[in-house]
């Protein structure tokens, strides 16, 4: 079973206490946006094997949103951390690097 910790109030939560998000550090197109740039907002994800960066809520905990980092592999959890981040804590990152030499973070510009 997957558990996260949640980074505002600290508990530990099985999956069965959390609502999955969907993919995070998206680039949000608004007003004034493309069609394609509109369309690839809406529908087009990542399904990587491997590493993996998702939004998640603490449905029966404190109810806020954040983001995880995960092997959907192996179901490995590097770490959690707020949602507001644009990108990966450096804590994180490292710990991903140091069990997947060569990992590298991609931008989501």
């Not at 079973?1 to 980074?7: Q, W």
């Not at 508990?11 to 509109?38: C, I, M, N, W, Y």
């Not at 993996?52 to 404190?62: L, P």
Request: charged share 25%; net charge neutral; proline share 6%.
């Amino acid at each position: 079973m997957l558990t996260l910790t949640c980074p505002y109030c600290g508990v530990a939560a099985d999956e069965t206490e959390l609502q999955a998000g969907g993919e995070a550090h998206l680039k949000r197109f608004g007003p004034g946006a493309s069609d394609d740039e509109f369309e690839g907002y809406l529908f087009v994800r990542e399904n990587p094997k491997g590493v993996h960066f998702e939004r998640w809520r603490h449905a029966y905990g404190c109810g806020k949103w954040f983001l995880a980092a995960r092997c959907t592999v192996t179901l490995e959890v590097f770490g959690t951390y707020p949602a507001q981040s644009k990108e990966p804590p450096a804590h994180i990152r490292k710990a991903i690097t140091a069990k997947r030499p060569g990992w590298t973070w991609r931008e989501f510009a």
